[in-house]
């Protein structure tokens, strides 16, 4: 009973390099949100995504950064031209369809660096 | 003025001892209050939630809701090193949604 997975955990690029991060939800969840982490600060929403349908970018800079959920395969969230402000932690949690009780199942997260 | 404020600590306390984490938050709104504990460099758990305002106790931990003075905690009894972590607070409008998260407060327990 696998838990929510992201990769890498680990992630390293230079200024202006592509970041690419990936989740899978739990299984038979089907929503998927992607939260950032800066030290010292709480857990931004950036999206929330289900199969094929972006539903809120509210949290997502308008440059830069996209995501997706495909029919087949992970989410993605992608990160262009990076800078270094971009490093940070980012969180991917899924829920089930019908969940209202806040209970979100996140990874272990990604760790971008931005040299 | 954040939506959500939560001291970041740090907190240290001895083993055995009870803890006592807050947020306030600026919005009315709110009606869904959940507390999550993150372990370092792992992602946070849902540890507790509670719809409006009432106490809600599991285990040794106890989640109280003040809408009237827009106030959350979180009491930990007999606390142990186990429970060392940073814990958040999170609330919403409807559902996860529109959660929003406090900074965290990492809690530190010696034994």
């Known amino acids: 009973n696998a838990g929510v997975m992201q990769n890498p955990r680990h992630l390293v690029r230079r200024r202006g390099q592509e970041a690419r991060l990936r989740c899978s939800p739990m299984?038979?969840?089907?929503?998927v949100y992607w939260y950032r982490q800066l030290p010292e600060e709480g857990l931004k929403f950036m999206v929330y995504?289900?199969?094929?349908?972006?539903?809120?970018e509210s949290g997502m800079p308008k440059e830069r950064f996209s995501a997706e959920f495909p029919k087949e395969g992970p989410s993605i969230l992608r990160i262009q031209q990076v800078v270094r402000g971009d490093s940070a932690a980012y969180f991917c949690?899924?829920?089930?369809?019908?969940?209202?009780?806040?209970?979100?199942?996140f990874g272990e997260g990604s760790r971008l660096t931005v040299l | 003025q954040k939506e959500v404020e939560q001291d970041p600590g740090p907190l240290s306390v001895p083993e055995g001892a009870i803890v006592s984490l807050n947020c306030t938050y600026s919005n009315s709104a709110f009606q869904y209050f959940m507390w999550y504990r993150q372990y370092s460099r792992k992602g946070p758990e849902l540890l507790m939630y509670t719809y409006s305002s009432g106490n809600k106790e599991d285990g040794r931990f106890t989640a109280q809701v003040d809408k009237s003075s827009k106030y959350i905690s979180l009491f930990i009894r007999d606390s142990q090193p186990s429970d060392s972590a940073t814990y958040l607070c999170?609330?919403?409008?409807?559902?996860?949604?529109?959660?929003?998260f406090g900074a965290g407060t990492r809690l530190t327990v010696k034994p």
């Open positions: 949690a899924s829920s089930r369809r019908d969940s209202n009780t806040g209970e979100l199942f």
């Open positions: 299984k038979g969840h089907s929503h």
């Open positions: 995504l289900q199969k094929e349908n972006i539903i809120d």
């Open positions: 999170a609330m919403s409008f409807q559902g996860i949604n529109d959660m929003r």
